[in-house]
């Protein structure tokens, strides 16, 4: 019932300490629905028992579980701030600088712009395009990165890997088209892609991301797209995680061993049993599935 990138309104109902897991928030939707939600994010925000909060949808994954992201109690998306500006670094991009910036918690974020926006000054104005696990995502007011083409979504495009990059402590790749169009991917995700720097890489077009970079699912090296595979069930979970009454979703590891899931209808289906799924689509290096009859 829920989806990615919708605001729904939830109760806190109680924190729940999960071994190995930390502190969770226990929210209520009106559906009668619970979902959990981490704790660690938003200590600041001043959450208690008995709240009520909205949150947008932030992911579902393949396994139906859902990631809620609570409003900002300071930063509204699309919204123009400013931060004191902490150092300015050197940035993996040409034409631009990366500035380390603090937000209204004293969290550090780091934003890229145009190397004329670089300036030693005490503060910068950016806009807040998102927040992600409390952090406020940031962007120059003068876009650095544009892309001259019309794409549509669920188009192939032909990208090339340009280069590989650490940002704040995580690996990625920039990928390009032969126009300069840019997209930017976790490297972590595609370690078993096997890219190698100015190959030809194909990928499916989704849109673009609010900085003008593009959104891209790169092509599986083993899953085609509209083809048939044969998975064998694990296990099974529900799409809420905490009640029988959500979707159920059949738990199957792809060739590389990585987890997916697959809703199904068919009771008759049991841990063991072997499924035909199409490929429908990829994320994060993964086929998204659908059940064949």
Known sequence: ???????????????????????????????????????????????????????????????????????????????????PVKRIRVSPFSNTSLVDVEDVFGNEV??????????????????????????????????????????TEGQILQVFLKSTYMFQDEEYYLLETQAGCKAILKAKHYKHYELATGEPVQAVFRGFNADGMLKIDPMHPLYQLGEKYTFSVSGFEYSDHLSEEGDKIAVVYDHYGLKCGVKITDSSIKTGSVITCRVIGYRKGRPLLEVVP
């Open 110 to 151: 780091s934003v890229i712009v145009p190397e004329s926006e670089a300036v030693q000054s005490a503060s910068i104005r950016l806009k807040v395009i998102n927040v992600k696990k409390g952090i406020p995502v940031l962007l120059s007011p003068k876009p650095w990165v544009g892309c001259p083409e019309h794409y």
């Open 1 to 83: 019932m829920f989806k990615e990138g919708e605001w729904y309104y939830f109760t806190i109902v109680k924190a729940i300490d999960i071994p190995q897991k930390g502190l969770h928030y226990l929210l209520s939707h009106e559906s009668g629905k619970k979902l959990l939600m981490q704790a660690q994010y938003y200590v600041k925000y001043d959450l208690g028992e008995g709240a009520t909060i909205r949150c947008r949808v932030d992911k579902i994954n393949c396994t139906g579980q859902v990631f809620l992201e609570p409003e900002h109690p300071i930063y509204k998306t699309g919204m123009y701030y400013r931060f």
